[in-house]
């Protein structure tokens, strides 16, 4: 089965809405997993693909697993964004991601204002909330949707 349009009226709307009263990175995570709907990989995605979808059944070249000098992945635009905001080397570990964004998500809004405000560009109030999810989503899309392991090293940058 094919990923619905947007405009079909049986597609799932989502909203998702950050708050930082009970921080619980788990359930965060699950919550924006479901957002890749790797369900849609079954059956026939898996078959027609040999395996080769990312997530929401849509196929995906395969993409390197290791780490090797001419086989490398690079994240531009939101990536790097995240990278930043979590005080992440440029080249970092798929597992990096995930403790950076554990970390985010179990601040409370006052530390996240403190830390914000340590960041040498820091975020503007408005998007503050935003990234305890925005991190999550990285990682998840990295890890569970592309299939990233846990201890591969990706590049992040503003500019290719």
């Given at each position: 089965?094919?990923?619905?349009?947007?405009?079909?009226?049986?597609?799932?709307?989502?909203?998702?809405?950050?708050?930082?009263?009970?921080?619980d990175?788990?359930?965060c995570?699950?919550?924006?997993?479901?957002?890749?709907?790797?369900?849609?990989?079954a059956?026939?995605?898996?078959f027609?693909?040999?395996?080769?979808?990312?997530f929401?059944?849509?196929?995906?070249?395969?993409?390197?697993?290791?780490?090797s000098?001419d086989?490398?992945?690079?994240?531009t635009?939101?990536?790097?964004?995240?990278?930043?905001?979590?005080?992440?080397?440029?080249?970092?570990?798929?597992?990096?991601?995930?403790?950076?964004?554990?970390?985010?998500?179990e601040?409370?809004?006052?530390?996240?204002?403190?830390?914000?405000?340590?960041?040498?560009?820091?975020?503007?109030?408005?998007?503050?909330?935003?990234?305890?999810?925005?991190?999550?989503?990285?990682?998840?899309?990295?890890?569970?949707?592309?299939?990233?392991?846990?201890?591969?090293?990706?590049?992040?940058?503003?500019?290719?």
């Amino acid at each position: 089965q094919r990923p619905l349009p947007r405009s079909d009226p049986r597609s799932t709307p989502y909203s998702v809405v950050m708050t930082n009263n009970s921080p619980d990175f788990d359930k965060c995570t699950l919550l924006t997993r479901s957002l890749l709907r790797k369900e849609a990989n079954a059956d026939w995605v898996e078959f027609s693909h040999d395996g080769d979808c990312s997530f929401a059944g849509v196929y995906q070249p395969p993409l390197p697993k290791k780490n090797s000098k001419d086989d490398e992945f690079i994240i531009t635009s939101n990536y790097n964004d995240v990278f930043e905001f979590l005080m992440l080397p440029s080249r970092s570990s798929i597992q990096s991601i995930q403790d950076g964004a554990r970390r985010i998500c179990e601040m409370d809004l006052k530390t996240l204002q403190q830390y914000n405000s340590l960041l040498q560009s820091p975020a503007k109030d408005d998007d503050l909330n935003q990234f305890c999810f925005r991190a999550t989503l990285t990682f998840e899309m990295l890890h569970t949707g592309y299939g990233f392991p846990l201890d591969y090293e990706i590049e992040a940058g503003d500019v290719v």
